[in-house]
């Protein structure tokens, strides 16, 4: 058990819709990543968030958002859906900089 | 600009036998490299992390991997396979020249090993 917790596990949602995703980090870890997985574009790093503030950008569509609250949760906000955005999402945490990820179980997203 | 290349999109051994999983990466400065291995329906987990310290490094599970500079690799082995090992294998390079985020990981497209009876 990596002690990141996403939920929900799965979520199936239509086209045109909004879905928000919840992380919560492992107890001390300051910073929360998002990552999306699909079967034709692999990983894709989408957002870094350190202690409420965003660090770093990736991948990540005008249509998504995301923000950490001050007990360090993270949501992650898919709006306008599209077949497309049909993935697994992955939230990890660390504790800083050089620290390894630890990776949740993932939210599986369906669009129809 | 980093990159990873992992050579076999799948390989397959028989339990007992050695694991090869080749990972080649291009990177402007020293890297970090990383190994990461997802089971099916869970999250990635780190088996292993290259920082410019001791080329060869040893990983959870047995696993170990070989830092080559001249070679630009960074190839995950492990003497002898275990079914439990079946997985799908990452190789993730850090963008270490862009302020040094580890958000900035670059994955490779992954390796699914499996492993026969």
């Known amino acids: 058990d990596s002690g990141v917790t996403q939920t929900p596990k799965h979520l199936i949602t239509a086209t045109g819709q909004r879905v928000t995703l919840r992380c919560s980090p492992r107890?001390?870890?300051?910073?929360v990543y998002w990552y999306q997985q699909s079967l034709d574009q692999g990983l894709q790093f989408l957002i870094q968030?350190?202690?409420?503030?965003?660090?770093a950008k990736g991948n990540i569509l005008e249509r998504f958002s995301a923000q950490q609250f001050p007990d360090l949760h993270s949501e992650l906000n898919l709006s306008s859906l599209e077949l497309g955005d049909s993935a697994l999402y992955f939230c990890?945490?660390?504790?800083?900089?050089?620290?390894?990820?630890?990776f949740g179980n993932g939210t599986r997203l369906t669009v129809t | 600009a980093q990159s990873v290349t992992q050579l076999d999109s799948h390989v397959s051994v028989s339990e007992g036998t050695p694991v090869l999983l080749r990972c080649n990466y291009s990177?402007?400065?020293?890297?970090?490299l990383f190994w990461y291995v997802q089971h099916p329906n869970k999250g990635l987990q780190l088996l292993l992390k290259?920082?410019?310290?001791?080329?060869l490094v040893k990983g959870i599970n047995g696993f170990e991997a070989e830092f080559k500079k001249s070679e630009t690799s960074f190839h995950l082995t492990k003497p002898s396979a275990h079914m439990s090992d079946a997985a799908e294998y990452f190789c993730?390079?850090?963008?270490?020249?862009?302020?040094?985020?580890?958000?900035?990981?670059?994955f490779g497209k992954g390796t699914k090993l499996s492993v026969k009876p």
């Open positions: 290259y920082t410019s310290a001791a080329t």
């Open positions: 990890a945490s660390s504790v800083g900089q050089d620290s390894p990820l630890h």
């Open positions: 968030y350190y202690n409420g503030e965003e660090r």
């Open positions: 107890s001390g870890d300051l910073s």
């Open positions: 993730v390079v850090s963008q270490k020249d862009y302020g040094g985020s580890q958000g900035n990981l670059i």
């Open positions: 990177s402007s400065y020293s890297p970090s």
